[in-house]
């Protein structure tokens, strides 16, 4: 039985004494913490690959944030890695694949994966479960199918994802194919972290806002609408599909519990396009550059706006580097005394 259980009831619509939150990147380069247990590791790879380091950096965002649940610390370029394109993590740059997807051949070469190729995720999860001793929930993620073929088929991180844009364009079967490869090994890794002791999972479309919204519903929705067949049953499941404002009320037709949002959409209107979905978000991480009354305000103005129901605090996307651990401390302090 976890002590706190209040993101898990949120999700699944149950009412909570006061508003859960956890923060997406807690785990993260605000914290000198994680820092020092990154310098531990050769790079970031290792860092992902070791079950006792990444165990570590889990739990300090709610030793030291206060946060109502742990997210356990991956990412989402794992998968990828399982099918058979390495990638690389660039100091300053972001993620680099030195091979791209660029033909049917590429496409075939690459495997499914399953949860024994991604066994070091599994062993920080169970390892994280066990020390974290059932205070808060954890979180299992995996990133979106759309958002992980952008990454395949561009190599890199990218302002409009033109390249993998331009497969969908040029090659909209083949773009399918590898989608269900993609999906297919997603499913695997998902149904294992929950077998490892997720107790809830994220899907992170985070380049959703580069699509058209009939490109979204093709090519992203549909795949996440399976994974949420798929692991609905098992745990509750939140699609954060970054920028996909357009399309709230199409989301809240598939079988996922919560939905989270960014920023750029205000609390009332996402209510009414969301058919009762539990809402996460969505405050601006660069609120948090601003001083204590502000955050405050503003953190009171979208507590009242989303209501005490249905309801899970977070910002509208991860936390900056550079923000100060102390104002993420407050604007996590704010919410958990909040009163209705
Ligand atoms: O949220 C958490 O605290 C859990 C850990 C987590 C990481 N990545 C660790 C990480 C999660 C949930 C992710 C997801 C992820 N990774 C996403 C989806 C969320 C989003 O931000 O939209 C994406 C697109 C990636 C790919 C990725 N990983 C990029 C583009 C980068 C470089 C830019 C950046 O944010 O630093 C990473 C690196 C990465 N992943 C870091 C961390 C803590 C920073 C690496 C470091 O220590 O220097």
């Known amino acids: 039985m976890l002590k706190n259980d209040l993101v898990l009831r949120a999700a699944r619509g149950e009412k909570t004494e006061r508003i859960p939150v956890w923060l997406m990147r807690q785990a993260g380069r605000i914290l000198p913490e994680y820092r020092a247990t990154r310098s531990r590791a050769k790079n970031f790879i290792e860092f992902v690959k070791n079950p006792e380091l990444a165990c570590e950096v889990t739990i300090q965002p ?4 206060g946060v109502d649940a742990a997210i356990i610390f991956s990412d989402i370029l794992v998968i990828p890695e399982a099918m058979g394109l390495p990638y690389q993590m660039l ?10 997807i660029k033909n049917k051949i590429d496409i075939d070469t690459l495997r499914i994966a399953n949860e024994n190729d991604l066994r070091y995720v599994m062993d920080a999860i169970k390892l994280t479960k066990q020390n974290l001793n059932n205070r808060v929930p954890l979180i299992g993620f995996a990133g979106a199918p759309w958002t992980i073929f952008a990454y395949m088929i561009e190599g890199s991180g ?3 994802f033109s390249k993998a844009k331009q497969f969908l364009y040029t090659e909209p079967q083949l773009s399918h194919l590898l989608l269900e490869k993609i999906t297919e090994s997603t499913i695997n890794y998902l149904k294992g ?18 699509l058209a919204p009939d ?8 795949y996440m ?3 949420c067949d798929a692991i609905q049953p098992l745990v509750p499941v939140t699609v954060f599909a970054k920028d996909a404002h ?11 519990n919560t939905i989270g949002l960014d920023w750029t959409i205000d609390p009332s209107t996402a209510r009414k396009l969301s058919n009762g979905k539990v809402l996460q978000g969505n405050a601006d991480p660069c609120l948090l550059y601003a001083d204590e009354k502000v955050i405050l305000t503003e953190t009171k103005k979208m507590l009242a706006a989303f209501g005490p129901l249905n309801y899970i605090a977070n910002l509208g996307h991860g936390l900056y580097p550079d923000i100060d651990k102390e104002k993420v401390k ?3 302090e704010c919410i958990k005394s909040y009163k209705f």
């Open 91 to 100: 100091e300053a740059k972001g993620p680099w694949f030195e091979n791209t």
């Open 225 to 227: 609408s399976r994974i």
């Open 330 to 332: 407050f604007f996590v």
């Open 246 to 256: 357009y399309a709230i009320e199409e989301i809240s037709k598939i079988k996922c």
């Open 215 to 222: 490109q979204f519903y093709e090519f992203s929705l549909k």
């Open 158 to 160: 990218s302002k409009t």
């Open 62 to 65: 709610v030793d030291i944030l």
């Open 193 to 210: 972290q929950v077998k490892s002791g997720a107790d809830m999972i994220q899907l992170f479309d985070s380049w959703a806002g580069v």
